[in-house]
């Protein structure tokens, strides 16, 4: 089996050094080329046709963004973002994201972060090697916002990972000020999860906002899990509300999308739509199970759609998923599902 060649692209030569020593120690990588600027990088990209680009956000001359809308546009290609963790290195990733990188990387702040973060470039890297690319023009236009939504009580969970951002902004695009009590969990560094939730927030008709400890689940509502310490679950409790649990990563992560589903299905019942999207691995596929047991509807975003079809399809094989369907179709057929006309 081939290698991954891996382009790295960072205005730090310390920071290139660094990445490139610890994505050649895996034994599937290899580092074809380090850049230190786009400019350069442009050229080795040409010259080298790597399978997967690290590319840096702050850069002189030309940043990250710029160089990575000029790729997409040009010459399509997986894309990993390597990240400050501040707020503005939030935003920007956000927009990356949005743009078609694959994921997103904090940059180690420290001597003992940098471990740590470079094994999860190590991960990200074989994760996009494996993605499909998503860029605008495979993507289709913004549906407009449905209006045939009626409200029947039910509750709406959604969970995501790799290539959630483009997903979830796809589908909130088209959830009115009337849509039923949506609850998400995103896999997101937890410097992220209240940028997006402000992004997401401007993009729909609904409420969008972080997830807060004892939150009343309302229509209009939709409520994105905190990243990093908390699990996100649905509780009952003078009506539905929001909780925020500390504890270990469940099926690899906190926020876990299986301990979300999980408390819906013990909560919520048949009074719910469960949708599980676009990511690596089989976090949710039980927690999706569990709700089609609890006589939940639940959908599974198809293959062709999804950037990683590995969520979706670790629920759909083992019977979680009642119907698969397209991202374009995605927002509509859960209003329908969750409306009291179906």
Known sequence: MAKIRVLVVDDSATMR????????????????????????????????NPD???????????????????IMRLRPMPVVMV?????????????????????????????????DAL????????????????TKADTAPAAARTKSYM???DIVAIGSSTGGVEALLAILTMFPDTCPPTV?????????????????????????????????LEPGKVYVAPGGATHLEVVRSAGLRCRLVAGDPVSGHRPSVDVLFNSVAN?????????ILTGMGRDGAQGLLA???????????????????????????????????????MGQSILDLASARR
């Open 184 to 216: 998400i969990t995103q896999h997101m560094p937890a410097t992220f999860t209240a940028s997006f939730a402000a992004r997401l927030d401007r993009a729909s008709g609904a409420k969008v906002q972080e997830a807060t400890d004892g939150a009343l």
């Open 267 to 275: 909560a919520v019942g048949d009074k719910a739509v469960g949708a």
């Open 151 to 153: 409200p029947s009580g």
């Open 52 to 70: 997967v680009v690290t590319l840096d956000i702050e850069m002189p001359n030309m940043n990250g963004i710029e160089f990575l809308e000029k």
């Open 17 to 48: 050094s660094l990445i490139t020593a610890a994505l050649n120690r895996d034994p599937d990588i290899e580092v074809c080329g380090a850049a230190g600027d786009p400019f350069e990088a442009r050229g080795m990209i040409k010259a080298l």
């Open 291 to 329: 709700m089609r047991k609890a006589r939940a509807k639940t959908l599974g975003q198809d293959e062709q759609s999804c950037v990683v079809y590995g969520m979706p399809r670790a629920a759909f094989e083992i019977g979680a998923v009642e119907k698969q369907v397209s991202l374009s179709s």
């Open 119 to 134: 094994n999860e470039i190590v991960v990200k890297v074989k994760i996009a090697a494996r993605a499909s690319v998503r």
């Open 83 to 115: 990240s400050t963790l501040t707020q503005a290195g939030a935003e920007m990733t956000l927009r990356a994201l949005e743009l078609g990188a694959i994921d997103c990387v904090a940059k180690p702040a420290d001597a003992l972060g940098t471990q």
